[in-house]
């Protein structure tokens, strides 16, 4: 019994380093720019094609693969902010009409990736994919261990980049108050370039991961953006180190909810996570008080 | 006397709105204490977004010794030489003291020359020394103006832009700003600022400019401005009706 509740929260909590990982792109993307990404979690899936077809036709491991989908990644965001985003960065209506434009673009890249691989079931499978951690009666998937630990990594070093760097005080400073980072010398809209490369870059990353400890196909991004929207929206919103707690807390959640009433209602703790939070406290656990900016 | 900053026939409004700023004038001279006045809604405070390059121009000219800044972004303009205080102080309110100050010096990239520029502010402003660990957003608000106005000086401007200073602040600390300010002019640096308060605006700078409805009505020296029977009027008009 008490094995069971332990092995059950070491997998959410492991779950819940992935979803940190995917959370903390659009939570930087909202930060800086006050926009919704709703295409975050198709380019997840594009991540993970990246690392499925690497692994495919090089036999390359999805974790080594990782910083490649994150550089594939951080170029199709700067294309797409300096397509589509810039120009309405500089408008008045911005993130109105900005969150139409990220649901576009999620239209798009999966009617693309549709197109392209079709929608079938995937999973990488390196040879951790199927092995397992056992310490007694306590079973720990290979694959759900690494992905955490990774995840974790990844988000010390952006932690780290963004409170000891100087481009990471620029990013901080534009989060904060736009105009104010202005008038300090920072070219803002450079800052927003450059975090919506990173943003995408995490999500390309987070694509690698997922590509081994879940099956993925182009459609199944709809689902993310529920999943993603509960944990930035719990955290509140373009709160980082909120993001990250609203991921482990959720997914720990919706680890012992799956276990003890079945996988559909696992998902459904994130669905109803987002709309209790939304009616309860709006501004998340680490939010302030909604204000007008 | 050549001018530092100018201003000519400035055109400008916000998104698609009307046009604020109706043509303003504005000349700045090297080391003066300048004094913008007018009436809530005059176009002050746009006149001040538009120098620093926040709200861009519509048509006519910026210049800062004779060189066209109205197409350059804010960050541009403040490698310049223009540092500003906005209305609201726009501190970075989770940021500490220490930390907005560091902001307050982002362009300079050499570790040593930004301890220093620091250190030598915070010699100007002992209360900011003794609470560089707090967070600027739970000082008060003297507190508050005295660290914005500390962050835009260690990058050493030419020009200190400053709007409405002494808002919310009581009497004694406004005069302290008051002395700040002519401690910084004296130092050699030009101070622009506008002051809801005409009267204790003018008694402390060399100029004044009167602004209402997004035009310069006139300008001079400041205890010119302070008995010009039109300031009056136009306060006192505006109050009535
Ligand atoms: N961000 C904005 N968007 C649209 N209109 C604005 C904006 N800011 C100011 N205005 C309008 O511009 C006009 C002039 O405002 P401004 O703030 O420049 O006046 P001001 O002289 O600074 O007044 P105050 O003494 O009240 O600070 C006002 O009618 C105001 O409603
Ligand atoms: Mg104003």
Same mark, same amino acid.
């Given at each position: 019994m008490l094995s069971s509740i332990l092995q059950v929260l070491i997998l959410g909590l492991a779950l819940g380093g992935v979803y940190a990982l995917m959370a903390s792109g659009l939570t930087l993307i909202f930060g800086v720019m006050r926009i919704v990404n709703l295409a975050h979690p198709i380019m997840i899936i594009a991540g993970a094609f990246v690392a499925y077809w690497l692994f495919r036709l090089y036999g390359l491991d999805p974790i080594?693969?990782?910083?490649?989908a994150a550089a594939v990644l951080f170029?199709?965001?700067?294309?797409?902010?300096?397509?589509?985003?810039?120009?309405?960065a500089a408008n008045a209506k911005y993130s109105e009409m900005t969150v139409l434009l990220t649901f576009a673009v999620a239209l798009c890249a999966d009617g693309l990736l549709g197109a392209l691989f079709s929608n079938t079931q995937r999973v990488t499978t390196p040879a951790y994919g199927t092995d397992a951690f056992i310490f007694g009666t306590i079973f720990i998937p290979k694959g759900q261990a690494y992905a955490g630990a990774?995840?974790?990594?990844?988000?010390?070093?952006?932690?780290?980049?963004?409170?000891?760097?100087?481009?990471?005080?620029?990013?901080?400073?534009?989060?904060?108050n736009r105009a104010a980072a202005q008038l300090m010398g920072v070219n803002v809209g450079r800052v927003s370039l450059i975090t919506f490369g990173i943003g995408i870059a995490l999500a390309g990353a987070a694509g690698a991961l997922v590509s081994f400890i879940f099956s993925f196909f182009p459609a199944k991004h709809w689902e993310w953006i529920a999943i993603l929207m509960s944990l930035v929206v719990l955290g509140g919103m373009g709160k980082l180190m909120g993001a990250i707690l609203g991921a482990f807390l959720l997914s720990v959640i919706a680890a012992f909810v799956g276990t003890y009433f079945g996988s559909t209602w696992s998902t459904m703790t994130f669905f109803l996570a987002l709309f209790v939070i939304l009616l309860v406290r709006p501004q998340g656990l680490l939010g302030d008080k909604i204000e007008e900016a | 006397?050549?001018?530092?900053?100018?201003?000519? +026939?400035?055109?400008?409004?916000?998104?698609?709105?009307?046009?604020? #700023?109706?043509?303003?004038?504005?000349?700045?001279?090297?080391?003066?204490?300048?004094?913008? /006045?007018?009436? +809530?809604?005059?176009?002050?405070?746009t006149l001040m977004k538009a120098i620093t390059g926040l709200l861009p121009i519509r048509?006519?000219?910026?210049?800062?010794?004779?060189?066209?800044?109205?197409? #350059?972004?804010?960050?541009?303009?403040?490698?310049?030489?223009?540092?500003?205080?906005?209305?609201?102080?726009?501190?970075?309110?989770?940021?500490?003291?220490?930390? +907005?100050?560091?902001?307050?010096?982002?362009? /300079?990239?050499?570790?040593?020359? #930004?301890?220093?520029?620091i250190d030598d502010v915070l010699d100007r402003f002992p209360i900011l020394r003794e609470r560089a660990g707090q967070h600027a957003g739970t000082m008060s608000g003297g507190q508050q103006q005295m660290l914005a106005m500390a962050r835009t000086l260690i990058v050493r401007p030419k020009i200190v832009m400053l709007d409405e200073p002494s808002l919310g602040l009581a009497p004694m600390i406004v005069q302290q700003m008051f002395d700040i300010m002519r401690q910084l002019r004296d130092s050699g640096m030009t101070v622009l600022l506008v002051e809801q308060n005409a009267?204790?605006?003018?008694?402390?700078?060399?100029?004044?400019?009167?602004?209402? #409805?997004?035009?310069?009505?006139?300008?001079?020296?400041?205890?010119? /401005?302070?008995?010009?029977?039109?300031?009056?009027?136009?306060?006192?008009?505006?109050?009535?009706a």
């Open positions: 080594l693969a990782m910083p490649i170029v199709i965001g700067i294309v797409l902010y300096k397509l589509i985003f810039e120009k309405e990774i995840s974790l990594l990844v988000i010390g070093t952006l932690l780290a980049f963004l409170n000891f760097t100087r481009f990471g005080a620029a990013i901080r400073a534009t989060t904060q | 006397m050549p001018e530092l900053l100018e201003v000519r +026939n400035a055109v400008a409004g916000y998104g698609s709105g009307p046009a604020i #700023l109706n043509g303003a004038d504005l000349d700045v001279a090297p080391g003066e204490i300048q004094c913008i /006045i007018g009436p +809530n809604g005059a176009g002050k405070s048509s006519g000219e910026i210049r800062l010794m004779g060189e066209r800044i109205d197409r #350059l972004r804010p960050d541009q303009i403040l490698k310049k030489g223009i540092a500003f205080v906005p209305q609201e102080r726009a501190l970075f309110p989770k940021m500490t003291v220490r930390e +907005n100050l560091r902001m307050g010096g982002y362009t /300079i990239r050499d570790e040593a020359e #930004l301890k220093r520029h009267v204790v605006g003018l008694k402390n700078a060399d100029r004044g400019t009167v602004l209402d #409805l997004g035009r310069t009505l006139f300008s001079g020296p400041a205890e010119d /401005i302070l008995k010009d029977p039109r300031v009056r009027e136009l306060y006192l008009g505006k109050a009535a």
